[in-house]
């Protein structure tokens, strides 16, 4: 069964950094595409970004240059490092996973970490 957790989430005044944490049970993350979302009261969920199979990334235009997706596949857990973080980041980060390549069909959710960012 494929479970994901977050952690590492929490309040951070603007220009500061906090790192996410995805940990990942009922699978290998070096077989799946990882994503990082947000999701912020009232607006619509965005991507953050993801990682595929073989370690590539792809970042959102709105967080390129300040975040950061890595994993760490001996303790089978996805990162997300943000920096400069800004009181629009203020969201509930979710991590995700799609068997393979990304394509966006991603099947399974965690169940999100808050991160609040004053200004």
Known sequence: QVR????????????????LSCAASGYTVNKYCMYWFRQAPGKEREGVGNIGPYGST?????VKGRFTISRDIDKNT?????????????????????????????KYWGQGTQVTVSS
């Open 78 to 106: 996805l990162y997300l490092q943000m920096t400069s973080l800004k009181p629009e980041d203020t969201a509930m980060y979710y991590c995700a996973a799609e068997y393979g390549y990304c394509t966006g069909a991603y």
């Open 58 to 62: 792809s970042y959102a235009d709105i």
């Open 4 to 19: 994901l957790v977050e952690s590492g989430g929490g309040s951070v005044q603007a220009g500061g950094s906090l790192r």
